[in-house]
């Protein structure tokens, strides 16, 4: 297997959803043009591809010609393997939220060779819905120094196509949070994981040696170890963790062991 910094760059396919003015769409297709892009689709379009866009997209004209419609986000992502939304709205998405600068140096490095990417952009009045969240696999943010500011559509396709594409990706010696809402989970919270764990697998009989179990949790001490999990990542898997022994303790109850 190749090492992440082995791996080609994935080739972004660029999707504008419900876009609303003409010129967008131009601008756009100057900026994907100037980056190499091939594919470039549209879904569900509120105005037309027209002379104004034409006229916006310069030496992007070409590009214009080879548009695609899609009636929905989801037959967009068909044939994507790994979709982006651009967005800054989070909610129950927290978990897989990023700066779109962490995405690309962290997150998507570790992905599947040759991956198909696509880049997804709401209108320029209300931007991805929940919905078309739900159809994404990660979203991300480009970062603004204004609390409330926000970029043009076309400015906004520049700067990501700029991060996928253009930017070096060599890490500084201390690279990034994953996440830009979690951190990284505390030693003595991963300590507190595999405690648990080990409590809970000697409750099922795993591994049907006993002696073995020491064993095997250095071998799931290296794991966590070496998986950077964050807080939210250690949370899920403790509740987990606290269901399956609630579970064992009904079933060692009286009334458990009727049922």
Known sequence: MKSPSEKPPAKPIL?????????????????????????????APRCKVNEESKKWACSGAQLLENIEVFPDLAAALLD?????????????????????????????????????????FGNEKSGLSRAHLDL??????????????????AHAVTVTLYEVLAR??????????????????????????LRKSERTLERVGFPREASSLGAEMVKLDR???RSGMENWEVRLLLAMIKQVNTRLDDLQSPSGSRA
């Open 80 to 120: 994507v393997d790994i979709a982006v939304a651009l967005s800054r709205r989070v909610g129950r998405y927290r978990h897989r939220h990023f700066n779109l600068v962490s995405l690309q140096d962290s997150i998507l490095p570790a992905m599947v060779d040759g991956a198909q990417v696509a880049y997804v």
């Open 15 to 43: 999707i504008l959803v419900e876009t609303m003015g003409s010129a967008n769409i131009g601008s756009t297709a100057r900026t994907a043009a100037a980056f190499g892009l091939t594919e470039f689709r549209l879904v």
């Open 223 to 225: 794991l966590v170890q």
């Open 168 to 193: 070096p990706t060599a890490k500084a010696d201390k690279p990034e949070p994953k996440s830009i809402h979690e951190e990284a989970a505390p030693l003595e919270r991963l300590q507190d994981l």
């Open 136 to 153: 994404c696999h990660f979203s991300a943010e480009i970062p603004v120094l204004a609390e409330s500011g926000s970029l043009n559509l």
